[in-house]
């Protein structure tokens, strides 16, 4: 039987090389755990945003928000303390410092889901498995669970302990969509991408008034 299908952000980290919470960062005109949660609901049954006790004051999705409650080191408390709350559901998870995340990479993964294995995930142009952008069954999670409990934290070691359903980058066609996957860390590496967004709404605004002005002058010829 397949489980139901969640969504998680991850953004229970302290951020302590960006300087400032990555969650909070606007790359698409909102707060990036709330722009992923939104792209998760889209494909997911429900979705969370995982935090650290105490992490927001404000939450705007106060319902939806799951709080790290099991005592693990970094991303893993946040999927075990989901876990924890909804034992019989799978998550689509994704990590708060993924910028470049659409909507067609959540449901092309969702597609390949393949839900007798442990996890269904991609690995990297540099052959690495990543974890938090990946679809984790409940066997996967219980496994998780177990084997944090004897204090093996790294998932390129963990990951060929489970059954993982590993997908390739070959399906996207050139550079700029393997580029997904690529997550952001420092304040200046944020800056560019913010900019690098600003730009190319600008000329989207710029296209579409363009468009807009030529379909004005062909139905006035056709007049």
Known sequence: ????????????????????????IKYHNKEQR?????????????SFISHRPGQYSDF????NSIEDSVDCPGPVSGLLSAHLEHSNAAFLVVACDMPFIQLKHLEQLVSKRLSSSDITLYRNQNFFFEPFFAIWEPSGLTLLNQLAIDQKFSFQRIIPQLKANVLDLEEFDNQSENNFLRSINSKNESDQVQVQNAMRSHQLQINAKFRETQKLSETDQAT
Do not use: F, P, W
């Open 34 to 46: 709330i722009h992923l949660a939104n792209l998760l609901d889209q494909v997911c049954d429900r």
């Open 1 to 24: 039987m397949t489980a139901v299908l969640y969504g998680l952000v991850l953004s229970g980290g302290r951020s302590e090389r960006m300087g400032t919470d990555k969650g909070n």
């Open 60 to 63: 705007d999705r106060k319902n």
